[in-house]
């Protein structure tokens, strides 16, 4: 099993940062990859970014790609998200996921075991 907890989102304005972070226990943390999802109102659940198990390969929706990167604290069983130049279309709930089945990780929902609450990323225009 596994549990995570994301924190970090808000209110923002567009062009303007956040960090999300997704602490995990349970299972060993370095042992597992990691992903982002997001899920607009009325859209479907859509990847965002995943890393590896010990973070040397990450990857990204071409969406944010260049404006978000994905990083790992084994140390801390923690994951986050840097998010930069947000924009309006970047508004959605986050949720971070484990894959405890791949050390790589992938961009399918459905690859992912164990999923946190999720938390609201808005960016004013």
């Known amino acids: 099993q596994v549990q995570l907890v994301e924190s970090g989102g808000g209110l923002v304005q567009a062009g303007g940062s956040l960090r999300l972070s997704c602490a995990a226990s349970g299972r060993a943390f370095s042992s597992y990859a990691m992903g982002w999802f997001r899920q607009a109102p009325g859209k479907e659940r859509e990847f965002v970014a995943a890393i590896s198990w010990s973070g040397s390969n990450t990857y990204f929706a071409d969406s944010v790609k260049g404006r978000f990167t994905i990083s790992r604290d084994n140390a801390k069983n923690t994951v986050y998200l840097q998010m930069n130049s947000l924009k309006p279309e970047d508004t959605a709930v986050y949720y971070c996921?484990?894959?405890?089945?791949?050390?790589?990780?992938?961009?399918?929902?459905?690859?992912?075991?164990?999923w946190g609450q999720g938390t609201q990323v808005t960016v004013s225009s």
């Open positions: 996921a484990a894959d405890v089945a791949d050390m790589e990780g992938g961009s399918s929902w459905y690859e992912y075991d164990y």
